[in-house]
């Protein structure tokens, strides 16, 4: 017994006491990764609209532009397998949330690994991509007069039957109905609707930094945001307030077929992302600038390289080359009613600086 | 050795230190105190037979971007022979000073809206048509780079400035007819998306210039002396051809401007350059309103916005936050420097 006291009294002691220190090169070589993999396995969600006085989600506090109050109603809110129709199939329509072999992972990273030198970085990631990096095939990357169309995109993911069969049970159909009501009216449902969306191979990272590294002044937390958004149709339309999907006030939709976004917010220690919420409740996201990357005065046609020779340069080329961050999006197919638009792209989108902060309207 | 009621007492024990803290719900009175900032506005209002749901953001954006290809709309479309209704390649946002710094492209309060149009049912009743969707940057300002191959939607340039450069490039009878006129007369006249025949068309064009019908006038309040005369020929008609006024050429190509700066009361000197500071910044300028893109099936009158878009893709570029002199006209405006390697710069 004497055994047991003394033990918990040293266990006590010992937790008041640990202190928290930078994990050194040695230890975090250690680091082996295993992480925590997430699933969630024949997994329906199904939030309807209000039934015998039960609760629903409701968003207030909101005003139009001359000050009337305006809520939203969710009437509808549902996480399905494919195939529900608009959220309309629901009974033993399930989908998977990740799966065993390929699960959303919270793990601990060695930095030197992801651009961020001597630390640890925590990461919550997405499953990783089936079958392919990408499905971009990056552009001309800033090559004079090598500019041609846009042809690299591989609709691979999209093909369910085919490359990637066996991941279509975890790409859910997601959606959401919302009951506007403005001055106490309720106006008009609105309906959002993605089919089969993936986020295969997002993932965000975070990590501690600080303005002052020896003296340990400045601390903040900075990251970086890889966020892929796959989908085979992602459906505006709208009803009469009420109504839903298969009632006669529905009318016709704005699709975007075929979407696909691969977005890079942030690019490790180089161009870090934060987000801070200011003292007056306002939001401050910023992509840190690029400005003072070449080490010297800007001048010349060639910018960065005619003015320095060190590290910093590395990093501007490694920037601008297809090794640095870089976003695309696609449209397979905008269409509008009846009429379509073809397809839309953004091609090889780089971001040296991005600061957006709110402000009440 | 551990036994296991050690074990068991161990993990009873060990999470004492840690359970000071209590959630509690939050009172009324505290959540009260909870702002909810209002960055968000809804608003709706119906303009003959159609409605429009407008969300406001709250936001204020900075931002220096640079993209290899922006195209919107690829699809064939009779009578066009362009590809795509918006292609802009080698696009930027936002520019970098001759000294490293960056002069962010500024955008404040975007918007989303969408247009909905009330049709029969077949039943008796009204269905609401989704008819547009509009991105609306709110207000903007700052360097817009391009090779702009093909535009649909609204680009209106104010042309102002020296009549020298028109006489530096007149031939023929407009040499003649020059040949007495003052190259320091301050002459304008405004330029608007064109076919290759000088007549107003928004879409799919390559092509700005001074449309059909319309002159080079004195820019003064006072007369310009013999240059008062170019008023009385008008472009494509009389004695001037198409996209031509009196052999002078009037149409240029969208891609020979490659940066324009964007925003209102824009300083400038009396030739119509924009005045910059020494690293090559902007020296002042006031946000335009007015910047916005958007898809619709039909001709649509936006919210807050006297622009009668067509069906299609759609950019409009705010009217008078465009200004450039004859000089830039002919020749076409520098591109600015948007990336630290930069192989398109100027």
Redesign the interface.
């Given at each position: 017994m004497n055994k047991i006291f003394l033990l918990s009294f040293s266990m006590l002691v010992n937790v008041v006491q640990a202190d928290l220190v930078s994990i050194d090169d040695f230890a975090l070589s250690k680091v082996d990764g295993e992480g925590i993999g997430l699933v969630l396995e024949d997994f329906i969600f199904n939030a309807g609209s209000e039934t015998a006085g039960g609760g629903t989600i409701e968003i207030s506090g909101l005003k139009g532009s001359s000050g009337q109050d305006v809520s939203l109603h969710v009437s509808q809110f549902y996480i399905l397998g494919n195939g529900s129709i608009r959220g309309s199939v629901v009974d033993g329509n399930s989908t998977n949330i990740g799966r065993l072999s390929n699960p959303f992972n919270i793990e601990l990273i060695d930095g030197d690994d992801v651009g961020v030198a001597n630390k640890a970085v925590f990461e919550f990631s997405a499953p990783k991509l089936h079958g392919t990096t990408s499905v971009f095939t990056p552009t001309f990357f800033n090559q004079i007069g090598s500019a041609g169309d846009f042809t690299g995109f591989n609709t691979a993911l999209f093909d369910d039957d085919t490359t990637t069969g066996s991941r279509s049970s975890e790409r859910p159909d997601i959606g959401i109905s919302v009951d506007l009501e403005i001055a106490a009216v309720r106006t008009q449902s609105l309906n959002t609707h993605y089919k089969r969306l993936s986020i295969d191979g997002s993932r965000l990272r975070l990590w501690g930094s600080y303005d002052d590294d020896v003296a340990k002044t400045g601390g903040r937390m900075e990251g970086e945001l890889t966020l892929n958004i796959y989908t085979h149709d992602l459906e505006f339309f709208a009803c009469n307030s009420g109504d839903s999907f298969g009632d006669n006030s529905c009318g016709t939709s704005i699709h975007f077929n075929d979407f696909a976004a691969e977005l890079q917010l942030g690019w490790g220690s180089s161009q870090p992302a934060t987000f801070e919420v200011n003292g007056d409740g306002n939001f401050v996201f910023e992509i840190k600038s690029l400005e003072g990357i070449c080490g010297g005065a800007n001048t010349g046609i060639d910018g960065c390289t005619a003015s320095s020779g060190d590290q910093s340069t590395d990093v501007v080329e490694r920037f601008y080359s297809s090794s640095g961050p870089f976003s695309n999006i696609y449209m397979g197919e905008v269409k509008v009613g009846e009429r379509s638009f073809g397809n839309s792209t953004i091609s090889n989108l780089q971001i040296e600086y991005l600061k957006v902060s709110s402000h009440d309207l | 050795m551990?036994n296991f009621?050690?074990k068991l007492?161990?993990l009873l024990?060990?999470p004492?230190?840690f359970s000071y803290a209590q959630l509690v719900p939050i009172d009324d009175i505290g959540m009260s105190e909870a702002?909810?900032?209002?960055?968000?506005?809804?608003?709706?209002r119906t303009e003959g037979s159609i409605?429009f749901?407008k969300v406001?953001?709250?936001?204020?954006?900075?931002?220096?971007?640079?993209?290899?290809?922006?195209?919107?709309?690829?699809?064939a479309r009779s009578g066009e022979s362009l590809g795509?209704?918006i292609r802009l390649?080698?696009f930027a946002l936002?520019e970098?000073?001759?000294?490293?710094?960056?002069a962010?492209f500024k955008i404040k309060?975007p918007f989303i809206e969408?247009a909905?149009?009330k049709?029969s049912?077949?039943?008796g009743?009204?269905?609401?048509?989704?008819?547009?969707?509009r991105l609306g940057f709110g207000k903007a300002k700052g360097a817009f780079t391009a090779?702009i191959k093909s535009l649909s939607g609204k680009l209106e340039i104010a042309l102002e400035g020296s009549l020298q450069p028109i006489k530096d490039t007149a031939t023929g009878i407009a040499w003649l007819a020059t040949r007495f006129m003052s190259g320091n007369t301050q002459v304008k006249s405004t330029a608007v998306l064109v076919d290759e025949v000088g007549i107003p068309d928004g879409i799919r064009a390559h092509l700005i210039g001074v449309p059909k019908g319309t002159a080079i006038e004195c820019a003064g309040s006072g007369s310009c002396g013999l240059a008062g005369l170019l008023q009385y020929f008008t472009a494509g008609e009389g004695f001037s051809s198409s996209c031509h006024i009196l052999g002078i050429g009037v149409c240029y190509e969208l891609s020979t401007y490659r940066t324009l700066e964007i925003g209102d009361n824009i300083g400038r000197d009396s030739d119509g350059n924009i005045l910059r500071t020494a690293n090559g910044g902007v020296a002042s300028a006031d946000y335009s309103d007015g910047l916005f893109l958007s898809?619709?099936?039909k001709a649509i009158e936006w919210t807050d916005s006297d622009v009668i878009t067509h069906?299609?893709?759609f950019l409009n570029i705010p009217e008078g936050g465009i200004q450039v002199n004859f000089e830039q006209a002919l020749h076409g405006t520098d591109r600015q420097?948007t990336?630290?390697?930069?192989?398109?710069?100027?």
């Open positions: - | 551990i009621l050690s007492l161990l024990l060990l004492l230190p702002t909810g900032q209002a960055f968000i506005a809804i608003d709706q409605d749901t406001s953001l709250g936001i204020d954006a900075e931002m220096l971007i640079n993209a290899d290809l922006v195209e919107f709309g690829e699809y795509s209704d390649e080698n936002g970098v000073l001759s000294d490293g710094t960056i962010p309060d969408l909905f149009e049709n049912d077949g039943s009743g009204i269905q609401q048509d989704l008819v547009g969707i090779d898809f619709q099936s069906d299609g893709g420097r990336r630290y390697i930069d192989p398109y710069f100027n």
